[in-house]
T-cell receptor
Framework: GQSLEQPSEVTAVEGAIVQINCTYQ??????LSWYQQHDGGAPTFLSY????GLEETGRFSSFLSRSDSYGYLLLQELQMKDSASYFC????????????FGTGTRLQVFP | DGGITQSPKYLFRKEGQNVTLSCEQN?????MYWYRQDPGQGLRLIYY???????QKGDIAEGYSVSREKKESFPLTVTSAQKNPTAFYLC????????????FGQGTRLTVV
């Protein structure tokens, strides 16, 4: 089956750097995405890796290594508003639009 | 403004009743999705549709049904066969062929009473 595993919770302080990992047991997908969800809200798109390597978008960076079946989201200069849940996601199995999400990581940022 | 709208925001259902959750988008997206989210959990795929009049089961389709008669609309029916329907339901859409950004509605919180 297809599964994406993430740590359930990560804590950090304001100004710090945190890395959220995503390991997967699947293949044949187009790319790895990351979404942010605040409590009670809708997920919003953060970043996408179609190719192996690092993608940088402001304070957020994302990395993919298909050979290691692994990706991560790196958040720098953490702010209180970054406290949320973060999900990795993959799409495109067997040339379909199937889009599945990881188990999610809850990030708590402390002052 | 373009977007994706789910209604209602909160829904209460008696055991044994079917209920339909609405999802409408005006983004001209081809692909639409339904996810279920339980407290502190990830998003689990119920159904998805790549094109009008076509849809595919996700990982937890049992007890649910969908239709895709119009490009803009992808309603989800939670049937009485779903044994534990209380959850937060999220609808999403995305443009085919695009880098995989999906847009989500604000969700419907369904409670069985």
């Amino acid at each position: 089956g297809q599964s994406l595993e993430q740590p359930s919770e990560v804590t950090a302080v304001e100004g710090a750097i945190v890395q959220i990992n995503c390991t997967y047991q699947t293949s044949g997908f187009y790319g790895l995405s990351w979404y942010q969800q605040h409590d009670g809200g809708a997920p919003t798109f953060l970043s996408y890796n179609g190719l192996d390597g690092l993608e940088e978008t402001g304070r957020f960076s994302s990395f993919l290594s298909r050979s290691d079946s692994y990706g991560y989201l790196l958040l720098q200069e953490l702010q209180m508003k970054d406290s949320a849940s973060y999900f990795c996601a993959v799409r495109g199995f067997s040339n379909t639009d199937k889009l599945i999400f990881g188990t999610g990581t809850r990030l708590q940022v402390f002052p | 403004d373009g977007g994706i709208t789910q209604s209602p925001k909160y829904l209460f259902r008696k055991e044994g009743q079917n209920v339909t959750l609405s999802c409408e988008q005006n983004l001209n997206h081809d692909a639409m999705y339904w996810y279920r989210q339980d407290p502190g959990q990830g998003l689990r795929l119920i159904y998805y549709s790549q094109i009008v009049n076509d849809f595919q089961k996700g990982d937890i389709a049992e007890g649910y049904s969908v239709s895709r008669e119009k490009k803009e609309s992808f309603p989800l029916t939670v049937t009485s066969a779903q044994k534990n329907p209380t959850a937060f339901y999220l609808c999403a859409s995305r443009r085919q062929g695009a880098v995989t950004e999906a847009f989500f509605g604000q969700g419907t919180r369904l409670t069985v009473v």
